[in-house]
């Protein structure tokens, strides 16, 4: 069976992409020699649901998953989690489709590239799936018109390793990748954020954000969710939200007593953290026509 149909037929079955998977970059993205999306890992029998993991991925791909409803002309670009060695696309990414598509949210997955076995130990994790995450909003926006989309209301949903990808993407200043097409002209940052459990984005040596990531009054409006026993601490998501509201940027932060980490729109045993969506949709409510 192809790699991609193999990873069609697996994404969860309640939210499966009704439009064809398009692709971020037109030909090679950078620095790649070749055009694999990816494999997908045995499934593990003790995740129920099951939990999709996708490997080696080299061509970023893009699932659309247009609203069950009339759309609201509201986009939002979702980034999964994996710890850059593999992508979750559907707990960290077509599950959410669940509860956007009920607010009349179209919805676009990226299955961003993830780190070979033989990184380079000059170039971070985050670099390559940056720029996934950087052309696929512009590609999005610059095709706005094929999805009645509105221009002021494209969203970022980004969850773990996605998450510190989406904290760098929403204040950065300029494109980590050199201008290759027209596509390019667009912006690249979101109108509102939700960074759900971002990974690592604390700098223990510093006790500071990681460098990359410059909160400005530029940065858009963001609803953060972490857990207080999270290994990846919920520091950093303390010290971003503190940065917005030194900058005057609108911001909701929600720290749950536990959950742990990597539970996309899941319940967890003896946890409340599975509330975390309502809490994402009366914020986005008040956003959204």
Known sequence: MKPLLLLLL???????????????????????????????????????????????????????????????????????????????????????VQWLGKLGITT???????????????????KRPLQDAQRSMRLIRANASKWNLKSDRFGLLAFSAGGQVGSILMTAEQAAYQRIDQVDQQPFRPDFAMLIYPWRIYDSKAEALLPEIGVSKNTPPSFIVHTHDDASTSLGSVLLYAAMKRNDVSAELHIYENGGHGYGSRDRPNSNI???SDRAVDWLQRRLP
Not at 29 to 55: C, F, H, N, W, Y
Not at 108 to 126: C, G, N, Q
Request: proline residues 17%; aromatic residues 8%; hydrophobic residues 35%.
């Open 274 to 276: 599975g509330s975390w």
């Open 10 to 96: 697996t994404v969860s079955a309640v939210a499966r992409a009704a439009e064809p998977t398009i692709y971020p970059w037109p030909d090679l993205a950078p620095d790649e020699a070749e055009r694999s999306i990816g494999k997908m890992l045995p499934m593990r029998p003790q995740d129920k649901p099951p939990i999709t993991r996708i490997v080696d991925i080299r061509r970023p791909s893009i699932a659309i998953y247009p609203p069950p409803s009339e759309p609201n002309g509201t986009a939002v670009l979702v980034l999964p989690g994996g710890g850059f060695g593999k992508v979750v696309p559907d707990m960290e990414g077509s599950e959410a």
């Open 108 to 126: 676009f997955v990226l299955s961003y590239r993830t780190t070979p076995d033989k990184a380079s130990p000059d170039e971070p994790a985050w």
